[in-house]
């Protein structure tokens, strides 16, 4: 017979798994506005205001949580059930996160770099050009750590320009970065988090940071990794059900949910602009939202998990950037003077990025297990 706390991990196991893929779907919308060269504005007209709304729904509000929701799982599971954290204990996760982290990090930086050899073929007049001009981008370090910024030019509660966010060639491995530097400083987050006082200290001056904007200049980690990576931690190190714990409150969830969308949206729509922390208020509100109502799914109405889907996170998380807007050249769909029909096309060109995604791992999964497996750090072999 399962026990109530086996039953309470269970529900909270299902509810987290239910949320990924709708997580990295809406990843994708994020990273679509790089390709599609359309920002659209507010409008006097009815289909141009629907039309950039809608821009904004998915860009820039609903798709907010995804990483730090990523980021809350990531903390949770890290320290699920540790009863000791000892440096045998240490050395162990970090040779699982060889594997799930590392070794996939540096393959798709890589496949990234040799993304680039059309490129560098156009450019280059002979074979030797080619080549040298490929070694300086395998060994330029900034390729594997750096090589975007972003979030330039906004301002602080003290009216100074935060540190500004980086990413590796691959702009999406950011967050799998980030995670890598949280788990290096794992024993350190243990010795602060298993201590109620002084885990309290130490979230109060995160959250300060995360909504003021507050933070030194160190690329790879950032307070929004930092909170969410520690909030998750805590649920795990006082051996509390994350989703369990957080669900009773999900009325104050909804309430703030169903207000703050429709105001921060209209605000955004007419380009209020906030002062620094806001964005990061409604990030949190929408985050426990979703896993209130992930929640709510899985223990009431019988919602249960795809395991290929599941599966799949990874894969399309990393994988989609490097196609983006390619399926949507390839089975076009003609753009036109219409936005409420180029909003069909906007949703249209995500679902065949999406699809095209799931298909190409079907089939890596399907014919070339053992690579597939190297790439997305033996997820598959894990469900």
């Not at 065949?352 to 072999?381: A, D, E, I, K």
Request: proline share 5%.
């Amino acid at each position: 017979m399962i026990s109530q706390s086996e039953q309470k991990d269970k529900l909270t196991s299902e509810t987290l798994d239910v949320l990924r893929f709708p997580m990295v779907v809406v990843v994708v919308f994020i990273h679509y506005q790089f390709y599609n060269g359309t920002h659209p504005s507010a409008d006097t007209t009815f289909a141009q205001d629907a039309y950039h709304i809608c821009y904004l729904l998915f860009q820039k509000i609903l798709s907010l949580p995804a990483v730090p929701i990523f980021f809350t799982i990531s903390g949770y599971y890290f320290f699920f059930r540790l009863k000791d954290f000892n440096l045998s204990v240490y050395g162990r996760k970090l040779k699982s996160r060889l594997h799930t982290l590392l070794i996939p990090y540096v393959l798709w930086c890589l496949i990234y770099v040799f993304r680039s050899l059309p490129n560098l073929i156009t450019l280059a007049s002979t074979a030797s050009d080619i080549l040298v001009s490929l070694f300086r981008k395998i060994i330029d370090p900034h390729i594997y750590y750096d090589s975007y910024q972003w979030n330039t030019n906004i301002i602080n509660w003290f009216g100074q320009m935060p540190v500004h966010s980086t990413s590796p060639l691959s702009v999406p491995l950011w967050y799998v970065r980030d995670l890598m530097v949280l788990v290096l400083l794992t024993p350190v987050l243990y010795f602060v988090l298993k201590r109620k006082a002084l885990r309290i200290v130490f979230m109060s001056i995160v959250a300060f940071c995360l909504f003021s904007g507050v933070w030194p200049d160190i690329h790879g980690l950032n307070p929004v990794g930092l909170f969410y990576f520690s909030a998750g931690a805590c649920f795990a190190l006082s051996h509390t059900d994350l989703c369990s714990a957080i669900y009773p409150f999900r009325r104050l969830f909804y309430v703030s949910y169903a207000i703050s969308l429709p105001v921060y949206t209209y605000l955004l729509h007419v380009g209020y602009a906030f002062p620094y922390g806001v964005r990061e208020v409604w990030t949190l509100i929408a985050a426990l939202t979703y896993i209130c109502f992930a929640y709510r799914l899985v223990s009431q109405h019988g919602v249960r998990r795809n395991s290929f889907l599941v599966s799949s996170v990874f894969f399309v998380y990393v994988f989609h950037f490097f196609i983006i807007g390619i399926p949507g050249r390839i089975f076009p769909f003609t753009a036109s003077h219409d936005p409420l029909i180029d909003i069909s096309i906007y949703f249209y060109n995500v679902f065949l990025t999406v699809v095209s995604c799931l298909v190409v791992y079907y089939l890596l999964s399907r014919f070339m297990p053992r690579l597939c497996s190297v790439l997305t750090g033996n997820r598959r072999n894990k469900r």
